[in-house]
Nanobody, 121 residues
Framework: QLQASGGGLVQAGGSLRLSCAAS????????MGWFRQAPGKEREFVSA????????DYADSVKGRFTVSRDNAKNTVYLQMNSLKPEDTAVYYC????????????????WGQGTLVTVSS
């Protein structure tokens, strides 16, 4: 089970940190990813981190602004979002994958319920 939290309303230029807590499985064996879905749009890749935390990937739209990290002792993955823009407004989802560096939606098996991020201009 994955529980995402940390969403909310923030002004453009502000920051939020999302968390995704995992339970019921061996968290440290899975790559973790963040995706987002804006109203009327398809779910898109945001960021991913390998099981060890040694490698990360980002969508071009968030590079330099978002940072993904994980704490395997706490079974939690984080997404630090800085310099937020109105176009970052979406429901953010975390997910797990058995693959090494998954960046495609279909490469993920389990999904959390999502947390809403709203960025006002």
């Amino acid at each position: 089970q994955l529980q995402a939290s940390g969403g909310g309303l923030v002004q453009a230029g502000g920051s939020l940190r999302l968390s995704c807590a995992a339970s019921g499985r061996t968290f440290s064996r899975y790559a973790m990813g963040w995706f987002r879905q804006a109203p009327g749009k398809e779910r898109e890749f945001v960021s991913a981190i390998t099981w060890s935390g040694g490698s990360t990937d980002y969508a071009d739209s968030v590079k330099g602004r978002f940072t993904v990290s994980r704490d395997n002792a706490k079974n939690t993955v984080y997404l630090q979002m800085n310099s937020l823009k109105p176009e970052d407004t979406a429901v953010y989802y975390c997910a797990t994958s058995r693959l090494l560096r998954p960046i495609v939606l279909t490469e993920y098996e389990y999904w959390g319920q999502g947390t809403l991020v709203t960025v006002s201009s």
